[in-house]
């Protein structure tokens, strides 16, 4: 039974992503898309990398009838979505991309975004969307929250760790290199060429970055106490990956022994072989994660590498393994496309 499938806001990269992988998927067709900006246009003059395909010309969110929609993605911006979600039919099911339902607290999602939450009823029955933590919630939500896909890096390399009680819980640092896209397309003058290209820098530095609260709200839920870590996320003039270092406290084999077992059957998760540290290389246009974990030249201390995909394993391609799950549909469907590489 083929599913109907509206992806809201295709126009940006997540929303473009969603549709390369779509295509590939033996149980979904898109029946609408959306761009406010672009509506009237057709895909293939916003994206010509989809030209190949037949698609719905954009239209706008309120021109779209869902009597026939299965599912929903909602890839618009943070305060937009949740606007918009209010006002979708109750019986749809959702998978939303942006920030607006990440955060169960509504108090900590004004403190990490500004403003207050304007659908705080539907804040409540959001599912947290990091896939292979909470798979079972997932499959009978209505409505799923994407991580923000810094958070989905640094949790699948720390989450385990914290849960077996293999590392110390006060001196965690995440580094975090993250890519341009993760920024969005929206025209800014810093990620103009000539502002980006041939350095690098830190952003949101001292503990303001947004995703912060994710972290807080996980990892204090698993340890039952507070959890603060040191997150710093650097700009890198590159289009697409993630690569987290993460420096523990605890004993580095046990600590790739806890993740060799975490992820034995996770068909996305790949730990690799003890000393070997991954590249965003090697997972470039996949949804797959790569981990490695070294021992540190201070006893006692271990550094835990991640590498993904933020457009893909950070974001579309969690989003629509979410889906999968929510319609009873094989949950690596239409994502099982090898890396880019080189």
Known sequence: MTQNI?????????????????????????????????????????????RHLDLPDLVKIDEIDFTDIDLAFCALPHKTSQEVITNLPRDLKIVDLSADFRLRDPEAYAKWYGNAHSAVEIQREAVYGLTEFYRDEIAGARLVAGTGCNAATGQFMLRPLISAGVIGLDDIILDLKCAVSGAGRSLKENLLHA??????????????????GEFDQEFSALAGRAVRIQFTP????????????????????????????????????????????????HVRGSNFCHIGVTGDRIEG???????????????????????????????????MLAPCFP
């Open 301 to 335: 201390r271990a550094i835990v590498v991640a590498a993904l995909d933020n457009l893909t394993k950070g974001s579309s391609g969690q989003a629509l393994q979410n889906a999968n799950l929510m319609l009873d549909l094989p949950e690596a469907a239409g994502l």
């Open 6 to 50: 509206a992806i809201l806001g295709a126009s940006g990269y997540t929303g473009a992503e969603l549709i390369r992988l779509i295509a590939t998927h033996p149980s979904m067709q898109i029946k609408a898309l959306s761009g406010e900006r672009k509506a009237g246009q057709s895909m293939a003059s916003v994206f010509p990398h989809l």
């Open 195 to 212: 502002e980006l290209s041939e350095g690098t820098n830190a952003y949101a530095v001292g503990g303001t970055h947004r995703h912060l």
């Open 234 to 281: 650097h700009l890198i003039p590159a289009n697409r990956g993630i690569l987290a270092t993460g420096y523990v406290s605890g004993d580095a084999q046990v600590i790739h022994d806890t993740l060799v077992k975490q992820y034995a059957d996770e068909p996305f998760i790949e730990v690799l072989p003890f000393g070997e540290t991954p590249s965003t290389h």
